[in-house]
């Protein structure tokens, strides 16, 4: 389970050093964007999980919009491997998507670690007047 958040540096060719505690779970990992609109980050799957993922979207049946589900969604993930040192290379057209600069947040989501820029993730925080995230809290038990 991934849990927590922390700000790690995105060095010039790309590569971010991925944190120690979370190295064995994502050998191998699947990176995919995010598909929910106005959330641009990107989602970091251990191949496990994301086995999981796509046998539940291949189970649905084959509608117009489950093709599309397929087509934005698992049509995009890259598996890939840390290097040595513990780095992920971000390619460029998924920092592109997620308006990466230097600082990148990682935030655990349970089954998932999602990346987001920092600023970005700044931005989309500061919202407190959101409605459905203060209700969805009112169901919960702390």
Known sequence: MFRGSQTITMDSKGRISMPTKHRDALAPLIIVPNPMPDEPCLLIYS?????????????RPNTKANRKIMRKFIG???????????????????RDFAKFDK????????????????ATWIAINEDEDDDDYIEALEDLVF
């Open 47 to 59: 191949l496990e999980a994301w086995k999981a993922i796509e046998a539940d979207i291949a189970s």
């Open 76 to 94: 995009k993930a890259e598996e890939s491997m840390l290097d040595r040192n513990g780095r992920l290379l971000v390619k460029a057209d998924f």
């Open 103 to 118: 600082k990148i947040v990682l935030v655990g989501q349970g089954n998932k670690l999602e990346l987001w820029d920092e």
